[in-house]
């Protein structure tokens, strides 16, 4: 290859990274402060009976089974308790919703043991979860609500080594550019 155009590939290929600096400085700077958390809702049930129902969620910073984030807005209700907290209300609402949202569309899977069932229902989410409305309705004592949140069910897991390799590849490019900084 002549010289000339060993010069003239170099100074495409500096230009073509610049521009993606630039792009990418932008998109990533868009989501600062933002935390992406793990959420599984479990329901365990014995003889056909519901024993325990539970919410988890931790923070997932590097999680790479969850792509296709969209926002899903929710509504639903909660009965009132006399006397109770803004906080602990709010936390309620917030609980519901999220248990709602992973019911309709997060991933499910089911583990049988015996007589004991275990559904699972796993996704992730951006925070923060909106509550846009909660109003309280007096002759059914209970609050109707709207919550809105970006939300991604978990990848199936025949798709967890594809997209652990796709995640690898971000970070790699991500701390290349972070580099340039």
Request: net charge neutral; no cysteine.
């Amino acid at each position: 290859m002549p010289d000339n155009h060993k010069k003239d590939l170099f100074i495409i290929s500096v230009l073509v990274s610049l521009m993606v600096l630039i792009a990418s400085s932008s998109a990533i700077h868009a989501y600062e402060g933002i935390e992406t958390y793990y959420i599984r809702y479990d329901i365990k049930s014995s003889k056909n009976k519901i024993i325990v129902d539970d919410l988890l969620m931790v923070p997932a910073r590097n999680d790479f089974r969850a792509e296709n984030f969209s926002h899903i807005t929710t509504t639903g209700e909660i009965s009132a308790t006399p006397g109770e907290s803004k906080i602990s209300f709010e936390k309620r609402i917030r609980d519901n919703a999220l248990k709602s949202i992973l019911v309709k569309k997060g991933l499910k899977s089911v583990k049988i043991k015996d007589l004991d069932t275990v559904v699972s229902y796993e996704g992730a989410i951006i925070t923060p979860l909106n509550i846009l409305k909660n109003t309280y309705n007096e002759e059914q004592n209970n609050y109707v609500y709207d919550v809105q949140v970006e939300f991604s069910p978990i990848a199936f897991p025949d798709q967890w080594e594809t997209l652990n390799m796709k995640h690898k590849i971000k970070k790699i490019f991500h701390d290349f550019l972070q580099f340039f900084k």
